[in-house]
């Protein structure tokens, strides 16, 4: 694109905007410090960390120990909560204060939606998706690889007359020539407070209120099972059998672009050069080809199971593990067999094991939305339509499986022109059955169960080897059963709380006591408890 005839001053260095909202956005940020820090070592210019919101004290002391040379925050009760508007009003004043030479943001639901709008209000230029940075020897312009053409080739992309030179760039960016960099002085970073700028920053949009999704904290990045599926699982029906399995394990799903472009599942899902990139324990890819730009996203899997009917796909040469046949009809019986196996092997009921039965939000609810669909004649495509939404979304929750916004609610009575008050009150009962089955599930999640009386579920004696990993921070967890239990310490140590009275037990050490009191258990040290455990009920 030829070189500046001249480089307009840019005092600020080099930026990078910190996304605080949640603690994985967090740790991205803090790893793509490191990649900043590159760029400003090539360009001998200053290191800058932008932290936008309120009551900022914990997050500039998880930054204190990173590269940069200075964090530069706007702490203010506007800035609380996430609103793009606010935002864009915000950076825009700070970066016309300062005129930074580099501004990067995070390839993420921010970054996307943040980055290009205030590009525009400074009138500069914004390459979206990088997955490489470098500084150009002889013009000292950032070079900016980015995907392009369905990510068959790869575009180098300079902004050589406006600034700041804008980018929002994938977690594992890598930096040009960053083997040959010397080591950054290990220096805290100065803490600077800039002011808000107030009735300079319009606010067109009012925040009413927040509803967390409660399908899950964790993130695709965080898994250690994913899940995914592409093109092979042949339509939106089957591809549904993929949350169920993630279920069951514990895991996340994931996607690939042709799944996503079906609208079989969000774009939040998708794998790949421009998606996320994953590095779980397992890995399972039911019905993908595995071109290039997905196996780039899941190198770091430490096992990957490929399923696929073509035995020439390209998932197998990257696979642990592979196996032929259609994953649509492989999944059903995989799906069948895990919960014969957790009910019989692991003492799990059949409730547990139901992703449909465990912690409905409301049945009710459910079954009211879809009788009034039938009865005004719509399709679940159509309301799906109408709604902006997904057929998948509707059919969860007339099966009960999700909970609607309140949004979404209000969006189903103007839809069926009815009372949207019956709708909101089936909804928060819904909701608290589901938080509660989700908070025991976060609290026993280290806790495993063995059977040792197999297919014995229904009757009056039952039998459990229990391990319980060491977590000293863990809170007990309690439990209620009719008849009688007891309970042999195999191996560690367990506290055992039945009623008001606490039993600290070690190796060898055994307890009776009516089941029907309720019991609590912990593990206090740190090394794995076993316990055999036997269960009477009249």
């Keep these: 694109m030829g070189s500046p005839q001249h480089e307009p001053p840019s005092g600020g260095g080099v930026w990078l905007f910190g996304d605080l909202r949640t603690e994985a956005f967090r740790r991205a940020t803090r790893s793509l410090l490191d990649l900043a820090s590159g760029l400003a070592l090539k360009r001998a210019a200053p290191l800058s960390l ?42 825009a004043h700070l970066v016309r204060e300062e005129c930074p030479e580099i501004l990067l943001f995070l390839s993420n639901d921010c970054g996307r939606e943040l980055a290009p709008r205030l590009a525009a209000r400074l009138d500069t230029g914004l390459c979206a998706d990088c997955t490489r940075l470098g500084i150009d020897p002889e ?42 960099l010397p080591e950054r002085d290990d220096r805290a970073p100065r803490i600077q407070r800039v002011p808000f700028p107030g009735k300079s920053v319009e606010e067109r949009v009012k925040r009413l209120a927040a509803e967390k999704d409660l399908v899950s904290d964790r993130t695709l990045e965080d898994a250690r099972i994913v899940v995914c599926g592409g093109r092979g699982m042949g339509g939106e029906a089957r ?57 780039a996203a899941i190198q770091k899997s430490r096992c990957v ?113 009815v009372d949207p008050a019956p709708f909101l009150t089936m909804a928060e009962g819904g909701r608290a059955d589901r938080r509660r089955a989700e908070s025991y599930t976060k609290r026993t999640q280290n806790y495993s169960y063995r059977t040792l009386t197999p297919g014995a579920e229904q009757k009056h004696l039952r039998a459990f080897r229990i391990t319980i990993d060491p977590r000293r921070d863990h809170k007990m967890i309690e439990y209620k059963h009719e008849g009688e239990e007891f309970v042999y310490v195999l191996r560690g140590e367990v506290e055992i709380k ?19 009191i309720p019991h609590h258990l912990r593990n206090p040290s740190a090394q794995k408890t076993e316990l055999i455990v036997v269960l009477y009920t009249p």
């Design 305 to 417: 199971v490929a399923i696929n009917r073509d035995p020439k796909a390209s998932i197998f040469s990257c696979a642990d593990l592979g196996i032929v046949g259609d994953a649509g009809q492989i999944l059903p019986e995989l799906l069948r067999k895990l919960r014969k196996l957790l009910i019989e092997q692991y003492g799990k009921s059949p409730e547990e094991v139901d992703p449909k039965g465990l912690g409905r939000f409301s049945d009710g609810l459910g079954k009211r939305l879809k009788d009034l669909r039938e009865q005004k004649g719509y399709e679940i495509a159509e309301v799906a339509r109408v709604l902006e939404t997904t057929s998948r979304d509707i059919q969860e929750i007339e099966e009960g499986r999700a909970a609607p916004s309140v949004s979404l609610l209000l969006q189903f009575a103007r839809l069926y022109r």
């Design 139 to 180: 013009t000292g312009l950032l070079i900016q690889t980015v995907p392009a053409f369905g990510d068959q080739i790869y575009g180098k992309i300079l902004t050589p007359e406006k600034r700041p030179q804008m980018a929002t760039v994938r977690p594992d960016a890598t930096l040009d020539g960053a083997e040959d």
């Design 498 to 516: 039945v009623g008001e009275d606490l039993h600290a037990m070690k190796r060898g050490e055994s307890l009776h006591f009516e089941a029907s």
């Design 50 to 91: 932008v932290l936008l919101g309120s009551r900022l004290e914990p997050h500039i002391e998880f930054f204190r120990t990173s590269r940069a040379d200075r964090i530069l925050f706007m702490d203010h009760r506007r800035l609380e909560h996430y609103r793009q508007e606010t935002y864009t009003g915000a950076l």
């Design 239 to 295: 591809f549904q059998a993929l949350w169920d399995l993630a279920g069951l394990l514990g895991g996340e799903v994931g996607a690939t672009r042709p799944a996503v472009h079906a609208h079989w599942v969000d774009e939040d899902r998708m794998l790949g050069q421009t998606g996320r990139t994953v590095a779980p324990e397992v890995l399972l890819a039911f019905g993908i080809s595995g071109a290039t730009q997905f196996t």
